[in-house]
T-cell receptor, first 113, second 112 residues
Framework: AQKITQTQPGMFVQEKEAVTLDCTYDTSDQSYGLFWYKQPSSGEMIFLIYQGSYDEQNATEGRYSLNFQKARKSANLVISASQLGDSAMYFCAMREPGNQFYFGTGTSLTVIP | KAGVTQTPRYLIKTRGQQVTLSCSPISGHRSVSWYQQTPGQGLQFLFEYFSETQRNKGNFPGRFSGRQFSNSRSEMNVSTLELGDSALYLC???????????FGPGTRLTVT
């Protein structure tokens, strides 16, 4: 089974609108970490936000927030007030203790002016 | 703090040759992971090193190998290059299991 599933290959959003990028994960561990990364066309992977499995509150970093629903094994990224510079690939990732990082296949986000 | 650095940034090799890529992690980070990224296969995990020991390994043939030095710098080596090895190779470092990885700019390898 896939450890990380991102079901949206491509998404479009109007500038200044909010957008949600979906991510579901699969683990039997109680302790794990969830991460989101952004990869612009330049190629470099940029860390955006982290959520620990024991964190009770959703993580937020500026315009990024992580909608963490533990029972549903869901860790959706919400980008508020989209900007043209948000156009990029977005990857969801998970890490369990002692294991590698598992990455999803990514979602390509295009912000329309 | 300086970020993760990778050298070289671009490389062109011929089938059958071998190549060595280098990665210097962020100061203080002891975990270094390597990934291969291609348009068709996405981001594929190669291996992770922690304190000079390979901690995790992805599903790649033995032609792909790596090592980590005492200063946490890491190298990966690909022997007997194939056309399918053309990819962006990304290195990432982390300070701990539940700490984020920081990525380098990557090495773009082209095999002709």
């Amino acid at each position: 089974a896939q450890k990380i599933t991102q079901t949206q290959p491509g998404m479009f959003v109007q500038e200044k609108e909010a957008v949600t990028l979906d991510c579901t994960y699969d683990t039997s561990d109680q302790s794990y970490g969830l991460f989101w990364y952004k990869q612009p066309s330049s190629g470099e992977m940029i860390f955006l936000i982290y959520q620990g499995s024991y964190d009770e509150q959703n993580a937020t970093e500026g315009r990024y927030s992580l909608n963490f629903q533990k029972a549903r094994k869901s860790a959706n990224l919400v980008i508020s007030a989209s900007q043209l510079g948000d156009s990029a690939m977005y990857f969801c990732a998970m890490r369990e203790p002692g294991n590698q990082f598992y990455f999803g296949t990514g979602t390509s986000l295009t912000v329309i002016p | 703090k300086a970020g993760v650095t990778q050298t070289p940034r671009y490389l062109i090799k011929t089938r059958g040759q071998q190549v060595t890529l280098s990665c210097s992690p962020i100061s203080g980070h002891r975990s270094v992971s390597w990934y291969q990224q291609t348009p068709g296969q996405g981001l594929q995990f190669l291996f992770e090193y922690f304190s000079e020991t390979q901690r995790n390994k992805g599903n790649f043939p033995g032609r792909f190998s790596g090592r980590q030095f005492s200063n946490s710098r890491s190298e990966m080596n690909v022997s007997t290059l194939e056309l399918g090895d053309s990819a962006l190779y990304l290195c990432a470092s982390s300070s701990g299991t539940f700490h984020e990885q920081y990525f380098g700019p990557g090495t773009r390898l082209t095999v002709t």
